[in-house]
């Protein structure tokens, strides 16, 4: 059954920490995305990937990070440095990066920092 | 870049045909258009796509008249599950423009 996994659902951290978002995927997809979303907002883009060991900023990348080691693997960071990291955080993937390609996205992660 | 413009909000009952509209002016030649839907705490998926004319697959029809300036999403005969936040994007092959922008929020009441 292929599709995008993201974990944890719900996330709780301390302010002045930092925390990993983990996504895989099992489409043998090449391209995978970061995007944050606010309370009654848009998708807005933190970084994309377009092949394994290559990554981009988007257009609020600031205070994260991200990796890609394997092709299945995209894991976001937010770190101490994101001055309003509460979020709904959802990953995508797609055959190829461009967005006439079909992005398959998983079920979000929702983070709380206090 | 294509930017795209939509309603904020839309109401319809059920039954009804509903069209949503997006605006893209400055839409390139190789670009597609892409329409997606969003139900709360869950990430977007895939309805539609299209170039030029009239797409139609199972759940919608995508109407772009000749000059590609707009689109309209048709849904036809919604339900209550079909309330939901519908993105237009706007893009091609290897761009950088994955601007979802914030939607039009679509409120079905019975």
């Known amino acids: 059954d292929g599709g995008i996994t993201q974990s944890p659902k719900y996330l709780f951290r301390k302010e002045g920490q930092n925390v990993t978002l983990s996504c895989e995927q099992n489409l043998n997809h090449d391209a995978m995305y970061w995007y944050r979303q606010d309370p009654g907002q848009g998708l807005r883009l933190i970084y994309y990937s377009q092949i394994v060991n290559d990554f981009q900023k988007g257009d609020i990348a600031e205070g994260y990070s991200v990796s890609r080691e394997k092709k299945e693997s995209f894991p976001l960071t937010v770190t101490s440095a994101q001055k309003n990291p509460t979020a709904f955080y959802l990953c995508?993937?797609?055959?190829?990066?461009?967005?006439?390609?079909?992005?398959?996205f998983g079920p979000g992660t929702r983070l709380t920092v206090t | 870049l294509a930017k795209t413009t939509q309603p904020i909000s839309m109401d319809s009952y059920e039954g009804q045909e509903v069209n949503i509209t997006c605006s893209h002016n400055?839409?390139?030649?190789?670009?597609?258009i892409t329409w997606y839907q969003q139900f709360p705490s869950q990430g977007p998926r895939f309805i539609i796509q299209?170039?030029?004319t009239k797409v139609t697959n199972e759940v919608a029809s995508l109407f772009i008249p000749a000059d590609r300036k707009s689109s309209t999403l048709s849904l036809p005969r919604v339900s209550l599950s079909d309330t939901a936040v519908y993105y237009c994007l706007v893009g091609g092959y290897n761009n950088n423009d994955m601007r979802f922008g914030a939607g039009t929020r679509l409120t079905v009441k019975p």
């Open positions: 299209g170039y030029k």
């Open positions: 995508a993937s797609s055959r190829e990066r461009g967005s006439i390609y079909e992005q398959y």
């Open positions: 400055n839409i390139a030649t190789n670009d597609y």
